[in-house]
């Protein structure tokens, strides 16, 4: 059984206060590249919609670009979300225990 009032060895206690660190930082990463894909689509979806109300009321065919662009904002903060969860995967997974 483990000696609860024995303070821990120092080594330990540092690896453990970096990979707590390690944790934490991932962690807000990943929160952060989640709110980015939120806004990004929040912002997008409206484009596209008033994008598209306008081609309805006018037919002017210049809110077609409007909408394949707003449509590729979200394909891209798409792609750069997976890059991010990519990377902190890696991060992750390569720590040593």
């Known amino acids: 059984m483990k000696d ?13 206060a970096a990979n707590q660190s390690v944790a934490q ?12 894909l939120r806004n990004l689509n929040t912002l997008s979806t409206t484009a596209i919609g008033t994008a598209l109300s306008q081609l309805l009321e006018t037919g ?4 077609i670009q409007i909408i394949d662009h707003a449509q590729k904002v979200v394909t891209n903060g798409a ?7 990519e990377k902190i995967s890696s991060v992750l997974s390569e720590r040593t225990p």
């Open 79 to 85: 792609e750069n979300f997976g890059v991010v969860g």
């Open 60 to 63: 002017d065919t210049k809110y």
């Open 4 to 16: 609860l009032n024995t303070p821990p060895d120092q080594d330990d206690s540092a690896y453990s």
């Open 25 to 36: 930082s991932t962690a807000m990463a990943l929160a952060d590249a989640t709110d980015n």
